[in-house]
């Protein structure tokens, strides 16, 4: 079943020479994990608020449920957890307050809503902020509070705007995991948008690359990883400053000091590993082609349109 279907959207604002979103089709089905990745600028946040009925297209049509949106202008907010990047409406309220009106107005009784504010405290890690107004908190906790909202209630899709954006590590894996066990429990939708691939490969099922406004790939990470790299990524690292030698022929990128990318041939594989002196590595990484490397590969070419 599909829960969004996106049909030749566009999006222009007046004094602007450029679409911020050009001819965008797209379907999203019930109880994946969809990532829509791109730098900034790229349109995605435009693209999510016209998902949830805060902005109309120019031109093009967004069904959730089958439901036109334009039908009913309340009618998202019925279905969909919205995480923006910015929520001051919480200002006012304590962590508490927050999670405990969010679900009674998303439907829950009363006492559902104290249950489900409590077991939320606990299962993301926000208890010790409950009575703390949202005005008060880090820019972080603010960010993990927004999310928490958006799971409040209950509601069967989640579209998340940069939901690990200012968190430490730890709680960034907290929160891939909390979302992966989310779906995995009640077959949530779950839609994000990241700039940061390498997170989103955690999990993510189905991914939408998006470059100047147009959607330029959609598909199974796997699935076009295949299209786009036959080859296997050689990562070297190495002390900065102390370069190793390399084999005839073997010219890398460097990723950051210390640590060099290049990619190989499947039948040279051997001879480039017998050439390297591995005493001048501190490791290397021979793996097939990351999210990440995809991501780089769509971002840098012609916007065209996609869809598997």
Known sequence: MTVYDI??????????????NRDITLQIHVGEIFGLLGDNGAGKTTLVRQMVNLQQPTT????????????????????????PQD??????????????????????????????????????????LRDKYSSKLSGGQRRLLRLVVAVAGGLPVLILDEPTNDLDPQRRRMVWENLRQL???????????????????????????????ELV????????????????????????????TLPPRLTPTELQPGRWLTWLNREE????????????????????????DLYVHYTNQPTSHANS
């Not at 049909?7 to 911020?20: E, F, L, W």
């Not at 598909?219 to 790299?229: D, E, I």
């Not at 036959?230 to 190793?244: K, N, S, V």
């Open 7 to 20: 049909a030749q959207v566009t999006k222009c604002y007046p004094q602007q020479p450029k679409p911020a």
């Open 60 to 83: 093009g049509v967004i069904k959730l449920f089958g439901r036109p949106l334009a039908a009913d202008p309340i009618y998202a907010a019925k279905l969909v957890g919205y995480m």
């Open 87 to 128: 929520a001051n409406a919480l200002n006012n309220l304590t962590v508490g307050e927050a999670l405990y009106f969010t679900g009674h107005l998303r439907g829950l009784s009363r006492q559902e809503a104290k249950r489900e504010r409590d077991q939320l405290l606990e299962t993301w890690q926000i208890g010790e």
């Open 183 to 213: 779906n995995q429990a009640t077959g949530t939708t779950i839609i994000f948008i990241t700039h940061d691939a390498i997170e989103a490969e955690k999990i993510i099922e189905r991914v939408g690359i998006m470059r100047a406004g």
């Open 217 to 244: 790939a959609v598909g199974r990470p796997t699935v076009l990883k295949q299209q786009v790299a036959q080859q296997l990524r050689l990562e070297l690292l190495f002390p900065p400053h102390q370069p190793p």
């Open 269 to 292: 594989v051997g001879t480039v590993l017998n050439g390297l002196d591995l005493t001048q590595l501190d490791d290397f990484r021979l793996t097939s082609a990351t999210l990440e």
